[in-house]
């Protein structure tokens, strides 16, 4: 399942990204999935270090003044499906989110 490839908004609000966990059931699944659905840059890696740089970023998905907001799809069976994968990667949302508050725009995570 390939996603829409995000696109900044014109101007000032909030950015909202979605992620698809449908059927992902292991870290390379995640990652790829990842790449899809946010439109990672081209110089994303393929791995834990790399998601977190671009969520570190973020200049790619623009500068919005509300914020950005990523809606993971699916989260409940991917955490079952890869527990650990599913570990490493609520770490990455949880540094980035921590990150970005600390400059004044916020990254809000929601599972679903």
């Given at each position: 399942?390939?996603?829409?490839t ?24 995640f ?43 699916g ?38």
């Open positions: 399942m390939t996603g829409p995000p696109t900044p908004p014109p101007g000032p609000g909030r950015y909202t990204a979605t992620l698809r966990l449908d059927g992902v059931r292991d870290k390379a699944g990652l790829d999935r990842c790449a899809q659905d946010l439109g990672l840059p081209a110089w994303f890696g393929q791995n834990w270090d790399a998601l977190a740089d671009c969520l570190r970023d973020l200049s790619w998905w623009g500068r919005p003044e509300e914020g950005f907001v990523l809606r993971v799809h989260w409940e069976a991917f955490r079952t499906a890869a527990p650990e994968a599913a570990a490493t990667a609520a770490e990455v949302f949880a540094e980035a989110t921590g990150h970005w508050a600390d400059r004044g725009t916020p990254l809000t995570v929601r599972y679903e």
